[in-house]
């Protein structure tokens, strides 16, 4: 249930699936719940500006069934990202969503 959606603004990066990998299981181990639920969807190469600079900048979506907190996840996704590209900290952007269960479908059903 926990997703996550990065839209970065260069291609360069995306050589094979080890971040979209590691970022799941950070996700997994930051809201604490299975990896098995977390969906992660990488796009490289998206047009952005930041600051109206080309620069390369990152947007990241994070949604989840409560389990966030946003000050702290914000540390590790912007070290995670900026280790693995070549985007400064300070050009990442994230948005939290905590999603009502009710609102989440999943295998036919929601979970609450």
């Not at 994070?62 to 996704?77: A, C, D, R, V």
Request: proline residues 4%; aromatic residues 8%.
């Amino acid at each position: 249930m926990p997703l996550i959606q990065i839209n970065i603004s260069t291609k360069s990066i995306i050589e094979d699936d080890s971040l979209q990998k590691e970022i799941s299981k950070e996700v997994a181990s930051l809201t604490g719940k299975p990896e098995s639920y977390v969906m992660t969807i990488l796009q490289p190469n998206t047009e952005m500006t930041f600051a109206g600079s080309k620069e390369p900048c990152c947007f990241i979506k994070f949604k989840s069934i409560g389990s966030l907190e946003p000050s702290s996840m914000t540390n590790n996704l912007c070290n995670l990202i900026a280790s693995k590209t070549n985007i400064k900290q300070n050009r990442i952007y994230i948005e939290f969503s905590d999603v009502k269960a009710s609102h989440w479908g999943y295998n036919n059903s929601t979970f609450g």
